[in-house]
Structures are given as C-alpha cells and as structure tokens.
C-alpha cells in the first residue's frame, strides 16, 4: 500500500471486552512501532519489531497488552480486559531501517465506556 | 519517561512571523527528528538531523542541534495558518530500539 494503515479508526468498547488493533505497514519496512496517545499528551512507546529480532516489549504497560506481527508484515495489538485507562489513540508507524524517518498511520482511537 | 521535551508547550503567533520551538534530551543521541500532527492522529516527519550535523534546512524549516546542551530548535519562517499543528521532537539513542517522542509544542498561527 501507498501508506501505513490501521484498523479500525474509531473502536469504542465495554470495560472488560478484549480490543484488536491492526497495522498493515509499508511494503519492505522492517521496523513497526506502536505508541499510545493520550489527549493532549506525547507518544508513549509499547512495542517495537525489527526483522526477524525478539521484539522490544518494555514499553508495555502491563500483561493484558500484547502483540504480534506475522510474516515480517502485518502487525495486531490485543489488549484484554481493557480499562477506562486504556482510552487513547493507538499510533502504528514503520520505517525501512530502525530509527530512520518513520511513517505513521492514522491512528486508532480506542474508548473504553 | 520522556527523552525530549519541547518548550513552549504552546505558542500563538500572528501569520507572517517566525515559530521558534525548542526540544531538550537527555542523553547521547544518534539522530534527531521533529514530526508534525495534525487534529490529533498521524504524524508526518519534518526533517531529521543527526548528531554530527549542526543545523539543516528544509524549505521553510531550519532546524539546529547543540549536542553540548542536549538540545534542539526547529524555526518555521513566515508562518502560514495551514501550519497550525502540533510539533513533536524524536530522539534515536544508542541501545535504544526506538523513537522517543516528547510532549510536543502546539503552534497556532493566526490567519
């Protein structure tokens, strides 16, 4: 595809449900991020995936967060039991080597009522 | 935590004039980079300087870098309404396997 794309933009959900967010990044990137956004806020860093390479979890903020990215490509964020303190925006990004320009998505927004 | 953070956190200025925001790190960085987002969603990269580098251009962007101080300027002259955005600064450090992102600046130009 011409760009990073998210799925779906808007997901609003009942505390407790479990959410998955999607990211099909650009063709041939190997590195595909996921930040958290919250109102008015910078970008928090959950998870990040080079190649082949054990992904970096050390932003994740807690077990109920996990994700995964198959064949090299496309990437899902699960977030179980989801809290009111999950409501943010959930921003994908890839870039074609680590840490060089990234190109972000659209984001999802993810309320939790 | 936050690698960077961005000053003012917002500015106002008339269209015409120069918007100046500032970004300060805290440890060694390879590259710097300053994105721009628009009504909250994605972001756009801007221009990326790296550690070696002191100041470059793009456009109507210039941006600088003193690794000294651990900081970073990015000027937008002769502002426009349209650049009416949020401004966020990014740092890629050594043993880190990601962009760090600070609070970000909110520029309002006034038409």
């Known amino acids: 595809g011409a760009g990073v794309s998210q799925s779906p933009s808007n997901k609003v959900t009942e505390k407790g449900k479990d959410v998955e967010l999607r990211c099909d990044p650009i063709?041939?990137?190997?590195?595909l991020y996921w930040y958290r956004q919250s109102l008015g806020q910078g970008l928090e860093f959950l998870i990040y995936?080079?190649?082949?390479?054990?992904?970096?979890k050390s932003g994740l903020p807690s077990d109920r967060f996990s994700a995964e990215r198959t064949g090299g490509s496309v990437s899902t964020l699960t977030i179980q039991r989801t809290q009111q303190e999950d409501s943010a925006v959930y921003l994908c990004?890839?870039?074609?080597?680590?840490?060089?320009?990234?190109?972000f998505g659209q984001g999802t927004r993810l309320t939790v009522v | 935590s936050q690698q960077g953070e961005e000053d003012p956190q917002a500015l106002s200025i008339q269209e015409g004039e120069n918007a100046t925001m500032n970004c300060s790190y805290k440890t060694s960085i390879n590259n710097l980079q300053w994105y721009r987002q628009n009504s909250g969603r994605g972001l756009v990269h801007l221009i990326l300087?790296?550690?070696?580098?002191r100041e470059k251009h793009s456009g109507r962007l210039r941006v600088t870098l003193d690794t000294s101080k651990k900081s970073s300027s990015l000027l937008i002259t002769a502002s426009r309404a349209a650049d009416t955005a949020s401004y966020f600064c990014a740092t890629d450090a050594p043993g880190r396997r990601a962009l760090t992102f600070g609070s970000g600046t909110r520029l309002q130009v006034q038409p």
């Open positions: 063709s041939g990137h190997t590195a």
């Open positions: 995936f080079q190649g082949n390479s054990a992904p970096d």
């Open positions: 300087i790296r550690s070696n580098e």
């Open positions: 990004a890839s870039s074609s080597t680590v840490n060089t320009e990234a190109f």
